[in-house]
């Protein structure tokens, strides 16, 4: 039904910035809520940041606060994440993922698809 494709991950010194971006398909994009993820080694995959489908409600996690921004440009079906001030703990597979809910929830079972992921990596 909806397929998402993340890119745009690598390898960034810590300080330094990167946008992974991810392309919808297959569905209405215009009424999809979109999230980022992330999962690092070991842990849980955790909420980011998310968007409504107007772009006019953010929400995001303590640790993408005045660091991270989220994005959507629904012509082209998609959804970015603009990462600034990265840190080693921002190391992780970052995930796209797609709700019908209205709202901007940080909860991973209230998202309906999901993207492969894409790495990034913080070098101290």
């Known amino acids: 039904q909806v397929q998402l494709v993340e890119s745009g991950g690598g390898t960034v010194q810590a300080g330094g910035s990167l946008r992974v971006s991810c392309v919808a398909s297959g569905g209405n994009f215009n009424r999809l809520t979109m999230g980022w993820f992330r999962q690092a080694p070991g842990k849980e995959r955790e909420f980011v940041s998310a968007v409504t489908w107007s772009g006019g409600s953010t929400y995001d996690a303590d640790s993408a606060k005045g660091r991270f921004t989220i994005s959507r440009d629904n012509a082209k079906n998609t959804v970015y994440l603009q990462m600034n001030s990265l840190k080693p703990e921002d190391t992780a597979v970052y995930y796209c993922?797609?709700?019908?809910?209205?709202?901007?929830?940080?909860?991973?079972?209230?998202?309906?698809?999901w993207g492969q992921g894409t790495q990034v990596t913080v070098s101290s």
């Open positions: 993922a797609a709700s019908y809910f209205a709202l901007a929830l940080p909860d991973r079972v209230r998202y309906h698809y």
